[in-house]
Nanobody, 125 residues
């Protein structure tokens, strides 16, 4: 089991930026895909972005494309989500997750086996 810990959430005004981090435990970090999801009260968890094991391939939800950038540093077992031009509708708890059965970036939450505890992002208007 991979332990994941998110950090970097907070309160920001619309148009601002935040950078989320996700630190992972364990070895073979570069062998599996990672992803970010978000959830608001009363709604299902929503895919945000994913990155392949070697960082060579990424995919994004249409709602964040062009504003968010996912990346990873395999030497430091860490993944990032740079969020720019934030909007109030980006307000949510953001979760990082790992798909140990997949090297390729995937949008399907069913492929993700381990999840972090979440970090709150609040964007004020």
């Amino acid at each position: 089991q991979v332990q994941l810990v998110e950090s970097g959430g907070g309160l920001v005004q619309a148009g601002g930026s935040l950078r989320l981090s996700c630190a992972a435990s364990g070895h073979t970090f570069n062998s599996y895909a990672l992803g970010w999801f978000r959830q608001t009260p009363g709604k299902e968890r929503e895919f945000v972005a994913a990155i392949s094991g070697n960082g060579g391939s990424t995919t994004y939800a249409d709602s964040v494309k062009g504003r968010f950038t996912i990346s990873r540093d395999n030497a430091k077992n860490t993944m990032f989500l740079q969020m720019n031009s934030l909007k109030p509708e980006d307000t949510a708890v953001y979760y990082c997750a790992c798909a140990v059965r997949s090297f390729r970036a995937t949008t399907n939450p069913g492929w993700y086996d381990d999840w972090g505890q979440g970090t709150q992002v609040t964007v004020s208007s």
